[in-house]
């Protein structure tokens, strides 16, 4: 018999399969050898009260063999099909090439950056030794910025369908199948470029081709369409001829906003968000969300994950809030030129690291930048470029990032000293509440004051918040037609997810890639 089971589980119960094993025999009222075995189809901590508990949603095989479901990408050969061009290699990208091999199109990908092995010695560079390769690092290359920056699924898409897709598709190239169940499915950087690899050798396996180091410099137009795209290699710039092209970028691709800016391509500023990022003790964090301490805290978390938080504020009719929360994670430095310091938040997959960080920020829209109205299109991008600059000078103008206690920063004072701090490069104390603008700087020691008496021991020096939290999501929108989804103008170019402003994140992102494949064969078919 196959039945399907709603349980309210302790942590105890939930996170170990011996333990679930007999809780769900004993539920039943049957022996643990009748029970062949189960599969996990939700799994959600509820830690609102002392007593957790957590929520679990199970299929059941009672004196049942337990079938294997296997999931796998379908390889089919397109080498000799109609080609669509896409320019960048991230999640949209990589889905959208997957969705099109699917569709039995040929996929060609441009990426500026390189493959997820040769990234690394980038990261490494920006790390160690302050440098920022502007074509290879925590943003530009294979997998996108989520490939080393985290690799979170959650996502606010409705379309259940379209989500669970994606996570198959994880899961086929390599991803733990818990990811189907989990209210908040996580990969972790260090699993994630196993499966970026797994994805590229199947694209390219079906007949699809994938460029690193090409980094697109221009279009050639004619009549509304793009007829080629140009870019620039290790050592040539190559012509690719082109009947359809999907722009993946990012949201960091700034030359890429100049550019069709400049070939008269039409591109709109849209409202974004800028902070910082915070970080303190993970074990502060997981005492607060579960309840207790010392000991007691010390077995709960034998079973349960480093705990996260989600935290909103209206100051002064604008909203402060955690962004990409980092359970057990590290501060990485995600600059993509060198005059400029930004950061982000990663966590490997056992989110284990001692300490846990987020994005503390605030909403920007046209109000905060009418002293950049003269930039047009490209207003949000200026503002985000003079802070990240500014944030630069302060810590020293290297990749060392200026920092200061949240204690601190509410009060107005620079901190004597620092706690240590996950962020590699290293920090410098600066006067963060005098370095940001006022429309985020006031708004934030609201918010941190707020938060403190939501979370007793957050509002501390303990902590500390370092600048800045700049790339949130694009400050530029690339308009397209609501059906068709091609730009307004350009018939045969396909703006897509996060870098064109209709995406907030990997799943978001691979969704999009996919609708705008799909489009795309429409066109072209």
Known sequence: ??????????????????????????????????????????????ARSRTIRVNVRLEVYINEPVPAHQYQFQIRDVSSAKEVHIIGAGPAGLFAALKLI????????????KDVRRR???????????????????????????????????????KRGDVQSILELFVAHGADEVILAEAHPHIGTNKLPGIITAMRENILRCGGEVHFD??????????????????????????????????????????????LHRKEIAIEAKPFAMGVRAEHRQELIDSIQYHCNGPALHTLRDYLPAASYALVHQADGKGVYSFCMCPGGIIAPCATAQEEVVTNGWSPSKRNNP???????????????????????????????????????????????????????????????????SYQPGVHSAPLHELLPAAIGKRLQEGFAAFGQKMRGYLSNEALIVGVESRTSSPVRIPRDRENLHHIQITNLFPCAEGAGYAGGIVSAAIDGQRCAEAIAQQIK
């Not at 699917?102 to 950056?113: A, M, N, Q, S």
């Not at 790390?127 to 996502?155: I, M, Q």
């Not at 190559?238 to 890429?256: E, M, Q, W, Y």
């Open 1 to 46: 018999m196959i039945q399907q089971l709603d349980l309210v589980l302790t942590p105890q119960e939930a996170f170990n399969r011996t333990n679930m094993h007999e809780a769900v025999a004993e539920h039943l009222g049957i022996d643990t050898d009748e029970l062949n075995g189960w599969k996990l189809l939700k799994r959600s901590i509820d």
């Open 102 to 113: 699917e569709l039995g199109l040929k996929p060609i990908v441009l990426e500026r950056g």
């Open 120 to 158: 690394r010695r980038d990261l490494a560079a920006i790390n160690k030794e302050h440098l920022v390769n502007p074509d290879s690092n925590y943003c530009f290359g294979e997998g996108g910025a989520g490939t080393y920056s985290d690799g979170k699924l959650y996502t606010r898409s409705h």
């Open 214 to 259: 090409t980094r697109v410099i221009d279009f050639e137009l004619k009549q509304g369409k793009i007829k080629s795209i140009i870019a620039q290699t290790t050592d040539a710039v190559k012509n690719f001829p082109c009947s359809a092209v999907l722009l993946a970028t990012g949201h960091s691709a700034r030359d890429i906003f100049e550019l």
């Open 355 to 421: 300490y846990a960080n987020s994005g503390i920020v605030v909403a920007v829209d046209s109000l905060e930048l009418k002293n950049y109205a003269q930039h047009g299109p490209l207003s949000g991008l200026r503002y985000q470029q003079d802070l990240e600059r500014a944030a630069w000078i302060a810590g020293g103008k290297t990749q060392t990032a200026p920092a200061q206690g949240i204690k601190d920063f509410v009060q107005g004072k620079l901190s004597a000293t620092l706690p240590d701090c």
